[in-house]
């Protein structure tokens, strides 16, 4: 098989992955003489560049200015740089390296020497060499396609590329043709398998026919052996074909009846991950004025009940459509006018039916408006159980609760009485007719009515009807059922719609943000942003604070465009408020004020989906210690909502989920506030080093940091102000009056 066509790569691509151990390795060795991996670029741009300016290395580098001073004074101070005069220049100073540095590079090379070396002890002597040899062809391949301009390699990405396009363009025709808000095209998306519940159920309805013609058989040809006219063989193989038949056609109903849940399983199953894949599209404001109890219901009741109410359609199409068809034809060939005496009754049962939709429908509504507050009001319950017994109210919620309970039961009664009470009333009347059997046919018996029969004729014809307005009365059933599900398509249809995959996409390129008069408002509320206008480059953190319920969360919010704003928002010189949702989840990375975190692992929480190892990021939030003291280390389950962790460990492990998804663009609401002032200092410095091609805007109420923020934003009563940590300390006395407060031991 083509290497090319296998979903992953045959090496797993381990060798860079062993590269990675390395290089972290070489990492933690260098550290503990000392030098980070930040100053070792800084040492190596230097050797590289002997005599080059601060101003070039952080050009170079894309760090600012200030990072770029304490580097080169830490390596100074450690003996790696030395400075030297600029005879062009008199205001700047070069950099050169020193020996020290040079003895450095060398130590990198031993360190990656002795990784690798210890990486082939196990490997036995040919075994190694062979693997030598290996990788030294691999290497010279790889070289000489570098030196082809990589010409080979680009050829197989693009046919790669045009596969994919081809593949998308096919699955985006069939999401086309497919509309998810007509119950008609699931019935197409399912042809196949109702292809068999077809053949299966005509097999089994049809052979239903043979019970009432073996029983009227049966009967007569025990009237015939008690007569002595007939044998006792001949009503063993009358009894041996009519147990076969039944064989047949039990075998056919269980083939209908698997391929008919099938066929629901499937409906429902794409029923709800249209709604679920709608209902995460959907902004904030969208889903908190449908109502958590109403999304949970339409997610769940209400898809179930449709799916429920295109089973029995289904199902009754058969066991009631084409059995209805079959016995009446066979009541019209023994006797049409008694056939059609008795057949009047039946139809009266569905005008009933009809009759009763409206209130089917009805309280039917009823019920799920009721059944979704109750739900708002048991997940209410199960998440404030612990407020309400400190504050000694469950007694008042229990009775709340207790009231809704009661609403919930009173509406389902009322469901279930037109849904259950109706069926025996449609039997009740359906079986009418059979008075006009017994005296009809009895006559015929007698041979002084319509037609002559004999008594294996009128009890085939009576057991035919029987079956008729058993099956009759299931038809009005169905009825009920189907408006069941009418009511359930209502509330669920506007959210069964076609939305498009969204790819996977790497994160857009760094650029500058330019924030221009901006205002914001909540609909119907005042203004909570006037007129804020600033600029950030690539590397910059901009600090964002005030007092409390001041609008600090708002200004990180605007950047998720989930309301309108007025002003100007542009990353890389595009309006954020005019993109694509894609295209500005590849910019902005967002971290709310409260941990989301989901019933999965610490490891499953970080990566969503993400194919690379989350240590790092767990190291990076100082998370690492706490993590491996845990019962199953990064595989440990958080609980729902992180409820296993403490406030601090859940804050923690979502920045590190923001991290591990980065974006050029980074609003972190508060993500220090649980954490004590060592652990904020360390995740800070981290944070830096990770982040600094990124744009930081981090909303906090702790100041102690904001001496190293590029930008602060001081906000005010929707009134803001921007500058310098210093300026906003000359400029703002309610700044320097929060700074000085927590600087002397006051509340952060």
Known sequence: MD?????????????????????????????????????????????????????????????????????????????????????????????????KAETLKNSKAEIETVFYEWLLLELPEKEAESFCETLDKLYWKSKRERQNHFAELSKILSEKADKTIKATAAAAMKDETFRPNRVLSYFQEEWKILFFVTVSGLIYNLGLLAGPWFEGKMTGKLVDLLGGTGTFHQM???VTAYVVSIGIVQVSRYFKRFYVRRFANNVNRHMKQILYGTLVRKNRLELEAEGTGNVLTKAILDVDDCVEGMRKFTTEIFDTGVALLAYACMLLWYDWKLALLCMIFPPISYVIAEKMKVMVQKTGAAYKVQSGVLSAATLDRATNAITYRVFGCEEDRKAAYEENLSAYESAAVRANIWNTAMPPIYRMISMTSILFILYFGGRNVLQEGWTPWNIAVFTTFLSCYTKLATKSSSAAKLFNAVHKAQVSWKRIKPLLQNSKTEP??????????????????????????????????????????????????????????????????????????????????????????????FHGSVEENIRLGGKEGAEEMIRVVCLEDEVKAMENGIHTLVGTGGVRLSGGQAQRLALARTLYHKRPVLVLDDPFSALDKETEAQIFVNLKE??????????????????QMDQVIWMDECHTKVGTHEELLATVPSYAELCSNQTKGGSF
């Open 236 to 238: 063993l193989m009358l």
């Open 504 to 597: 996977e996409l790497p994160a857009a390129a760094p650029a500058e943000l330019n924030i221009e008069h901006l205002h914001f408002a909540y609909p119907n509320g005042k203004e909570i942003i006037h007129d804020l206008s600033f600029q950030a480059a690539p590397g910059q953190i901009i600090g964002v604070t005030g007092p409390v319920a001041c609008g600090k969360s708002t200004i990180g919010k605007t950047f998720l465009c989930e309301s309108p704003y007025e002003g100007s928002i542009t990353f890389g010189g595009r309006e954020l408020g005019k993109m694509e949702k894609t295209d500005r989840n590849r910019m902005v990375g967002y971290l709310g004020h409260d941990p989301e975190l």
């Open 3 to 99: 290497r090319r066509n296998r979903k992953m790569d045959p090496t797993e691509r381990k060798i860079t992955k062993i590269a990675r151990e390395a290089g972290k390795f070489t990492v933690q060795a260098m550290k503990e003489e000392g030098i980070g991996t930040a100053e070792f670029d800084f040492i190596h741009l230097v050797r590289h560049h002997p005599g080059i300016t601060q101003t070039e290395v952080r050009e170079q580098l894309k760090i600012d200015k200030g990072a770029a001073a304490r580097r080169a004074a830490s390596l100074e101070a450690k003996g790696y740089l030395i400075r030297k005069p600029n005879p062009w220049d008199g205001r700047s100073q070069l950099l050169y390296a020193t020996e």
């Open 690 to 707: 990770l982040a600094k091609d990124s744009i930081i805007i981090l909303i906090s109420h702790r100041l102690y940091l904001f001496d």
